[in-house]
């Protein structure tokens, strides 16, 4: 694609665009972009705030983080990378709160169907169990880093409750300085909890997000 290596074009679906201002980072912000790879929503934030303080992406996969690397260098982005577990930061935290977090949780990808229709054939029902103990273990062990009053966004490319509305239920249930904080969009539909983008509504992946307020 012409200009796509020298920057100029990124592709992303038009779902995962919205991660950026649903963040609201504003200038001076330091961001955690937990589970980043491969990079765009990171780079989509940094090209939406480039005034940040800093931006963090961490991912537990070293192949994986190059590619956030690559993507940052053809953006001319710069941002601090980690390979590190997110549900264990007490090995790579630095003890600094962050003002936002991204959490793009690993999840069954069931959104994601209409561009990997393999999904069809290689998820299996017992898988989600496990998904959602390791989104859970992730939420309870990022949200510590968050600074009071700043937002936490919870995303998945999930069009199950049992990994979005539920999950989301469960967590402000255990952590009462969690405020939900209301999206107001014409896109998608409001769950008990959060609001979810159906696969294929207005050529969009599935999507689900949640945005939550320490107090």
């Known amino acids: 694609m012409p200009g796509f290596t020298d920057g100029l074009i990124s592709v992303q679906d038009a779902a995962a665009q919205l991660a950026a201002g649903l963040l609201e980072v504003q200038a001076g912000h330091r961001v955690l972009d937990v589970c980043a790879a491969p990079g765009g929503k990171a780079a989509h934030i ?22 956030v690397s690559d993507n940052l260098q053809r953006l001319k982005l710069s941002a601090k990378l980690v390979v590190g577990d997110a549900a264990n930061p007490q090995d790579w935290w630095g003890g600094q709160f962050f003002d936002r977090i991204l959490l793009d949780a690993p999840c069954s990808a069931l959104g994601v169907i209409r561009r990997h229709p393999d999904i069809k ?5 017992e898988d989600i169990k496990p998904l959602q103990a390791l989104q859970q273990n992730i939420l309870n062990a990022v949200w510590p880093l968050l600074a009071p009053g700043g937002i936490m966004l919870y995303a998945t490319c999930s069009i199950l ?6 999950q989301i239920d ?5 952590h009462p300085d969690a405020v939900e904080l209301p999206i107001d969009a014409a896109w998608g539909f409001a769950g008990s909890h959060g609001r979810q983008i159906m696969t294929g509504e207005s ?6 997000y949640a945005r939550i307020r320490k107090q």
């Open 46 to 67: 940094l090209e939406h705030q480039p005034q940040l303080k800093e931006l963090v992406a961490v991912d537990i996969d070293a192949s994986r983080m190059q590619r």
């Open 121 to 125: 054939l290689l998820r299996r029902a």
């Open 161 to 166: 409750k049992q990994e979005n509305e539920q």
């Open 170 to 174: 469960a967590f402000l249930a255990e």
């Open 203 to 208: 050529a969009m992946d599935g999507f689900y």
